[in-house]
């Protein structure tokens, strides 16, 4: 009588690794868990959970009733937060009932210059209370060229004696532009600073060939220089 042939010798070799895999898995997953019955040891007694129950319960009551009663610290400070918030509530309605400060108007401060018949400009101009009248002198340089501060006398540009206060257009034996002409009002410091900033800017269609002075600093000293020679 011949032997049985044993089954998995007839088995495919990719079988076989499946096979054995599975049984690895399964020993591994009983090991494991055999392992981790010790490790855990018995379970704890429901007696120790009994005798802690009312600990945690009157620890609780004691947390729950807390909270009732406002701290003396928290009072104060909301009786002092309160005024705070009132004022607060008080400045922002009178901040929104205020009304905004109206725009300056050029003619109008021309139109004042006028009718008080301001004289010291150095004085009165708020533009004028950082000149430098030294750093004046030597920025007019620049504009000597053309114009006399010193003399009534006429170079390439009309001059500026009395300039700070002078009605607009009015030198003389001088050919103004219409731009000028029109203008009208008085050079205040202010419509001086304007002007410097850059001629064709200010009054386009004006005759003067000059780009400006681009610092608002020198500029502020060139006026308060002018205007200290209209003074002596």
């Known amino acids: 009588m011949s ?43 429901a007696a120790p959970q009994v005798a802690e129950a009312p600990a945690v319960e009157e620890q609780g009551t004691e947390v729950a ?29 009178e901040l929104a009932e205020a009304p905004e400060p109206a725009a300056a108007d050029p003619a109008a401060e021309d139109t004042a210059a006028e009718e008080t018949g301001t004289t010291d400009w150095l004085e009165s101009s708020a533009l004028l209370a950082s000149a430098d009248i030294d750093a004046g002198e030597s920025a007019f340089r ?9 003399t009534e006398r006429n170079a390439g540009g ?10 607009v257009g009015s030198v003389e034996n001088w050919r103004y532009s219409s731009a000028l002409q029109d ?11 304007a002007w410097l900033t850059n ?28 205007a200290a020679q209209g003074q002596g």
């Open 183 to 193: 203008a009208g009002g008085i050079w205040t410091p202010e419509r001086l600073n």
């Open 142 to 150: 620049q504009c000597a060229t053309c114009h006399q501060y010193a």
């Open 65 to 93: 009733v807390a909270p009732n009663e406002p701290e003396p610290a928290a009072q104060e400070v909301a009786a002092q937060d309160a005024p705070v918030e009132a004022d607060s509530t008080a400045v922002a309605t």
């Open 199 to 226: 001629p064709d800017d200010y009054l386009p269609g004006n005759r003067m060939a000059y780009p400006g002075v681009r610092t608002e600093q020198e500029r502020i000293n060139i006026i308060g220089f002018l």
């Open 3 to 45: 032997p049985r042939p044993d089954p998995i010798e007839n088995m495919p070799p990719a079988d076989k690794f499946l096979r054995l895999g599975v049984v690895a898995s399964f020993a591994l997953l009983l090991l494991l868990v055999t392992a981790r019955s010790f490790m855990d040891g018995p379970e704890p007694s």
């Open 158 to 167: 009309p001059h500026l004696v009395g300039i700070v206060g002078r009605a």
